[in-house]
């Protein structure tokens, strides 16, 4: 293990499978997200506009670089059928070096494409 060399993990929940690989090849294509893990179905009971709402959801575990999270969260809001997604960011303490060198390779540098805007 290593230290994480500001990497960090973005926790997002969408509608189904389809939507979640739409955003997550496109974090990946953009070079946002090194990764995107689509955990499905997870089922989400949450209160929304004072009602309990209970939901089958795709979870997205998003692997980034700390310093790209805030775009990653404009990005997936722009992509995003949510009027108010869940997008939760968790700075990495330590993992595994090839791994962590990896993500950082895959994230961030410039000229990256962007697709649609």
Do not use: F
């Amino acid at each position: 293990m290593t230290v994480s060399n500001g990497c960090a993990v973005v926790i997002a929940t969408c509608a189904n499978e389809e939507q979640g690989a739409g955003i997550g090849r496109t974090l990946v294509e953009e070079r946002l997200a090194a990764c995107v893990n689509l955990i499905a179905p997870v089922r989400s009971i949450y209160r929304w506009r004072d009602a309990i709402e209970d939901e089958r959801e795709t979870l997205m575990l998003i692997k980034t670089r700390a310093a790209l999270v805030r775009t990653l969260e404009r990005r997936i809001k722009e992509l995003h059928t949510y009027e108010v997604p869940e997008i939760i960011a968790l700075k990495l303490d330590s993992g595994s070096a090839p791994y962590l060198k990896w993500l950082l390779e895959s994230t961030g540098r410039k000229g990256r494409k962007r697709v649609g805007k």
